[in-house]
Each structure stands twice: as structure tokens, then as C-alpha cells.
């Protein structure tokens, strides 16, 4: 089973306008953390935002927010306010551990964004 | 802060020889770094972990004869891909983490072309 399960392998958003990209996880440890990271088509990787299990709140950071969703596992990140700029991969990503009680990072299939003027 | 520095940051090599990528963590200590492995459009799949002082651990399907990984200090790990066929022409990326539950943070890649 796919741990991390992004279902929109692309999304369109008019500019100025919010979008959200689903991501649903699947873990059976009760200690884990959520990331979102961008990556443009220059390859970096850039952290956007993370999300403990134990936070109560949801995660803002500027224009992005993460919408946790414990009982249903999901974990969707919410782009306010679109810039052209945003349009880019975004892969949503779990570190939880293995069998072995190693930390492990575990990456989604990702959503391509693409903003329109 | 959290810097992550991979040289290079393209290479085109001839087939059956070797290439060694450096991943430099600059303003921390990263006992662990991982190496990840990224095909055109796809995702970002673990290849392994890489422990200051200690062997990789590597993930099922990865040969370790073929993609050496030492991490000889806590800033510098590096992944030698030996006798490199067009096949492993790819996206290689790596990454560390400050403190135990932090985020990630990535090197800018390499993307190796083996012709």
C-alpha cells in the first residue's frame, strides 16, 4: 500500500485565486511528521511547510497553510492568493520509521501546479 | 541556515566508467544524509541512509556495489556510481536534516547522463 497517496497528478489555478492539493498517508505509528516540499522544474526541493501528529494547530507558514486532518489521515496543503511563481511539482512526504525503528522519508507521486494569469 | 551543497550539478560521463557526487552539508552537522533517486516526472525514491562513520543502509533494489555511499565526516557524504550504464542516467539528489525531527533540506541535484 502507498504510504503517502497524491490523487492530482495536475491542477490549474487562475492567479490571485487559492487552491488545495491533496495528500492522504498511511501509518501505523503514533509519532510522525508531514512536510510539503516545491520543486521547480530547476530541480531544487524546497521546504514549504510541516506538520507534527501531536500539533494541535494546523501549520501556516505565509501563504501556505496545511489542512491536518488526523482522524482521516490527509493532510492537504492550501495555497492562498496564487503567484505565477508557484506554478511548480509539489510533493507532499511523511517521515515516520521503518521496522527497523529507523527514521525514514517517504515522498508522493506529486502534483504538478501550473497558475494561469 | 541549513544549507545543502551537491557538486556537480550535471555530468555527462561514457558508459562502464565511474562518477563520484559530493553532497556537503555547510553550516550544520548531519550525521545522517539520505540519497534519492528521481526519474523524468516522477517521484523522489529513497535509495539510502547514509550514517557519519558507519555503513549505508540501503533500500531493497538498490545495489550497493553499484551506487557506493561513504559518509566520511559530518558534513560530507558521497555517492560513487561505479561502472555507470545508460540506465542509471537519472536525477540524483541528497538530502540532511540539523536535528532529529526537522524537515529536509536538499542539495540541487545531479543529474547524470550516461551516454
Known amino acids: 500500500a502507498q504510504k503517502i497517496t497524491q490523487t492530482q497528478p495536475g491542477m490549474f489555478v487562475q492567479e490571485k485565486e487559492a487552491v488545495t492539493l491533496d495528500c492522504t498517508y498511511d501509518?501505523?505509528?503514533?509519532?510522525?511528521?508531514l512536510f510539503w516540499y516545491k520543486q521547480p522544474s530547476s530541480g531544487e526541493m524546497i521546504f514549504l511547510i510541516y506538520?507534527?501528529?501531536?500539533?494541535?494547530q494546523n501549520a501556516t507558514e505565509g501563504r501556505y497553510s496545511l489542512n491536518f486532518q488526523k482522524a482521516r489521515k490527509s493532510a492537504n496543503l492550501v495555497i492562498s492568493a496564487s503567484q505565477l511563481g508557484d506554478s511548480a511539482m509539489y510533493f507532499c512526504?511523511?517521515?515516520?520509521?521503518?521496522?527497523?525503528?529507523?527514521?525514514?522519508?517517504?515522498f508522493g507521486t506529486g502534483t504538478k501546479l501550473q497558475v494561469i494569469p | 541556515g541549513a544549507v545543502v551543497s551537491q557538486h556537480p550539478s550535471w555530468v555527462i560521463c561514457k558508459s562502464g566508467t565511474s562518477v563520484k557526487i559530493e553532497c556537503r552539508s555547510l553550516?550544520?552537522?548531519?550525521?545522517?544524509m539520505f540519497w534519492y533517486r528521481q526519474f523524468p516526472k516522477q517521484s523522489l525514491m529513497l535509495m539510502a541512509t547514509?550514517?557519519?562513520?558507519?555503513?549505508?543502509?540501503?533500500e531493497q533494489g538498490v545495489e550497493k556495489d553499484k551506487f557506493l555511499i561513504n559518509h566520511a565526516s559530518l558534513t560530507l557524504s558521497t555517492l560513487t556510481v561505479t561502472s555507470a550504464h545508460p540506465e542509471d542516467s537519472s536525477f540524483y539528489i541528497c538530502?540532511?536534516?540539523?536535528?532529529?525531527?526537522?524537515?529536509?533540506?536538499f542539495g540541487n541535484g545531479t543529474r547524470l547522463t550516461v551516454t
Open positions: 547514509s550514517n557519519e562513520g558507519s555503513k549505508a543502509t540501503y
Open positions: 538530502s540532511a536534516r540539523d536535528y532529529r525531527n526537522s524537515p529536509l533540506h
Open positions: 512526504a511523511m517521515r515516520d520509521y521503518d521496522s527497523g525503528g529507523y527514521q525514514k522519508v517517504t
Open positions: 506538520q507534527g501528529s501531536y500539533d494541535e
Open positions: 501509518t501505523s505509528d503514533q509519532s510522525y511528521g
Open positions: 553550516d550544520f552537522q548531519a550525521t545522517t
